[in-house]
Every structure is written in C-alpha cells, then in structure tokens.
C-alpha cells in the first residue's frame, strides 16, 4: 500500500519484524485512550508478522513522524473464500494523530490493496468482493468513520465472560460414542478437518488449510493445548484424513483454548479463552458441546484461572449465544463488523 499525500509530513514503508517495538507502542497508546482491553505484545506481533501468506511489501503500511510509528494498517486475503471475497483490514491511528484525516486516507488505501488483490485471484474475483472493518460499539470514532467511507453494519458480536471464583455448571457425560481426550498434535488434522465441517454453514467461514490453521489456530503462543480439549469417536469417519484416523478416530467435536500473556500482564488476572468450539454436523443435537463447555470450566478453574471467556456472534445459527448465557457467561463487550463491497481495482 501507499502512503498519504507528501504534505502529510509522514514516512511510509511496510512493516517488518524490526517496526514490533514501534508498532507494540503504538498500540499501548490507542489502548490507553480507547479502553477496548485489546493487548498484545511483541511475540504475538511477530507472529502476524510472519504470516506465510501475508505480502508485507503490499499488503502492510505504516506511516512515521521520524522513528515514531503513528499509523499503520494491514489487509488480509480471504484464499479460500466460498461466498463472497470479505478481505479483513485492521488499522489504527495514534491518538495525538487523529482527526488529520489520516484514517480516512488508510481506509482508502486499504480498499485500493483489496480491490486489487481481488481482481488478480481467479477464484476470488469471480465472487463479490467486500472490506471489512471491526472495532468496539462504543468507539464513535471508527462509526463516523465507517458511515463517511460508506460502510454499514453488518455483523454484531459479544465478548462474554464467566466468573470462576464461584460454581461452574457440573460435568456433563461425553455422548455415546465419543471419548473425551485433550488435545494432542496427533489430531491437530483431524481437528482441522471438523472445524471446517462444523462452521461450514457461518457468516464469513473460510476453511482452514493446514498453513492458515497453523498460522492461526494451534501454531502460536498464545495457543493452550492442555487447555484443550475434543470428542473423538471409537473409529475413524467419513472424510477423515490418515492422519486422523491414525490418532484413534474422528474428532467429533473440540474446544481449543486460549491464554494471552499480554492481557495477564496488562490486568493481573489470567482468563482462559474459547478460541474455537464446534461440532460436527452429524454429531449435533447429542451434548457434544455443554461437556466440552463443562469439562473447559473446571478444568480452568482448577488451573488458577480466574476467568473464561468466548467471542460469539450475536446472529450465530447454531443458538450459541442462548447456549453460553444457560452456562453462565454474561456480556462483557460488544465489538460490531462494518463491510463495503469493493470497487474496481484503480490503477497505482
């Protein structure tokens, strides 16, 4: 991506591993004024960073008032995409830097990367193309910003929590069938394989391949695998790979939890986060998900954690949001998805 108009008074050139201190004070900053309890560090940047997928000359930019980060932003592709083409942009502006119309100008540029993207991918520009944008209900300057771009709210989620300084809902029993199991790297496939099946019919759901799952899901840090846990029948299934069906059966449904250090360190308190929890179709209906749910709640609270918490969209067709507030989650934050189809790609 480019940068702003020369008059700016800003540098501009992609990030790299060597802008992390930059970017993590950068984000400390945006943090302190907007209260969203998004923190992160540096090892989690460094991650994003080395995103196999992830062209950091094109797809990343940050913009700097000499060795001071003030700006960024980053568009990732949705390969895989089955609908519609939804390309993710995540930026921010450092608050003494606001409201100089650099954040309008970052959007801009976002959507000329992801028109662009989109119209040179075969199997994505023979689907709608859109950008999307995310942030917290309460922050009226992402929604000034979406409505003058000419964006509209699209999806709605709720960060929830649950207390574990009291009592959690009592064990329930694996359905017949199905064995309860913590997660091991011998079903880390398998694993992906059900969740691809599970969230098959979700607003949104890209599948998996084994570099993104990796990438994101049981490749990093912040990823807890004796936390974990999964249903796996007595033999193999249906489109299993030999690799799952090597590690005992098919997974039929798991629970992948999460830790970030950075939030621990910001507040003191370390919850336990439902990264991802699902079923397979065929397994639905039979209580897969309250014992997973159960077994993950005890389980934290005898491991010192002082919460757990899950993100679930408001609209999920599953009923998940009425299934969380039965097991005693509550709403800690609302966080909304703003999307704009995207142009036609303009020349740079």
């Known amino acids: 991506m480019t940068g702003p108009d020369a008059e700016e008074g800003l540098g501009a050139q992609p990030l790299s591993k060597d802008c992390v201190p930059a970017w993590l004070e950068l984000l400390e900053a945006v943090e302190q004024v907007d209260r969203a309890g998004e923190h992160i560090d540096a090892e989690e940047l460094h991650e994003a960073l080395s995103d196999p997928k992830l062209d950091l000359e094109h797809d990343t930019l940050g913009l700097w008032d000499g060795p001071r980060l003030v700006a960024y932003a980053v568009v990732y592709t949705p390969h895989g995409a089955l609908d519609v083409a939804r390309f993710q942009g995540d930026a921010a502006v450092h608050p003494e830097w606001r409201r100089r119309g650099i954040g309008s100008r970052l959007v801009a540029r976002m959507e000329d990367r992801a028109a662009a993207r989109h119209?040179?991918?075969?199997?994505?520009?023979?689907?709608?193309?859109?950008?999307?944008?995310?942030?917290?209900?309460?922050?009226?300057?992402?929604?000034?910003?979406?409505?003058?771009?000419?964006?509209?709210?699209?999806?709605?989620?709720?960060?929830?929590?649950?207390?574990?300084?009291?009592?959690?809902?009592?064990?329930?029993?694996?359905?017949?069938?199905?064995?309860?199991?913590?997660?091991?790297?011998?079903?880390?496939?398998?694993?992906?394989?059900?969740?691809?099946?599970?969230?098959?019919?979700?607003?949104?759901?890209?599948?998996?391949?084994?570099?993104?799952?990796?990438?994101?899901v049981t490749g990093p840090g912040s990823f807890r695998p004796a936390m974990s846990r999964l249903l796996v029948t007595e033999s193999g299934g249906p489109g299993d790979t030999a690799e799952g069906a090597a590690a005992g059966g098919e997974v039929a449904a798991y629970l992948l939890a999460e830790e970030s250090d950075a939030e621990t360190a910001a507040t003191g308190r370390r919850d336990c986060h439902v990264g991802?929890?699902?079923?397979?179709?065929?397994?639905?209906?039979?209580?897969?998900?309250?014992?997973?749910?159960?077994?993950?709640?005890?389980?934290?609270?005898?491991?010192?954690?002082?919460?757990?918490?899950?993100?679930?969209?408001?609209?999920?067709?599953?009923?998940?949001?009425?299934?969380?507030?039965?097991?005693?989650?509550?709403?800690?934050?609302?966080?909304?998805?703003?999307?704009?189809?995207?142009?036609?790609?303009?020349?740079?």
């Open 119 to 216: 119209a040179a991918h075969p199997d994505l520009s023979a689907l709608p193309g859109e950008l999307l944008l995310d942030g917290q209900t309460k922050d009226e300057g992402l929604r000034h910003l979406a409505e003058r771009s000419g964006y509209t709210p699209c999806r709605w989620w709720f960060e929830m929590k649950h207390p574990l300084t009291g009592d959690v809902p009592p064990a329930r029993p694996a359905p017949d069938g199905t064995r309860l199991v913590p997660f091991d790297a011998t079903y880390d496939d398998a694993t992906r394989l059900a969740h691809n099946d599970a969230f098959r019919d979700h607003w949104n759901f890209t599948p998996y391949d084994r570099t993104d799952w990796n990438t994101w």
């Open 276 to 348: 991802y929890l699902g079923t397979r179709r065929a397994h639905r209906g039979r209580g897969a998900a309250p014992a997973l749910l159960s077994e993950l709640l005890r389980a934290a609270r005898e491991a010192g954690y002082d919460t757990a918490s899950l993100t679930v969209d408001t609209v999920n067709p599953s009923g998940a949001l009425g299934f969380y507030e039965g097991a005693g989650f509550v709403v800690n934050r609302e966080s909304v998805t703003y999307a704009r189809p995207l142009r036609t790609a303009r020349a740079s």
